[in-house]
């Protein structure tokens, strides 16, 4: 394995469990502020975004890359 190949592996371990952190965080904040399932959805869904660009611009890159 090459170095560049270790950096990502450990990077993409390291930011999902920053994403799985931040789930956590973002459900613990919406319940102690009494946030119906709407505003949970909505947390959950800007807080997310995210994340969620970061997964698709790796997937893109995996595509390109095939």
């Keep these: ?5 270790i950096e990502e592996i450990i990077m993409l371990v390291c930011v999902t469990g920053l ?15 009494g946030a119906g399932k709407l505003g949970m ?8 975004l995210a994340p969620a660009v970061f997964i698709l611009k790796e997937l893109a890159v995996l595509l390109i890359d095939l």
Excluded: P
């Excluded at 394995?1 to 190949?5: H, P, Q, R, V």
């Design 19 to 33: 994403v799985g952190y931040m789930g956590f965080i973002v459900v613990d904040l919406a319940k102690r502020s």
């Design 41 to 48: 959805y909505i947390l959950l869904g800007v807080l997310m």
């Design 1 to 5: 394995m090459t170095t560049a190949e």
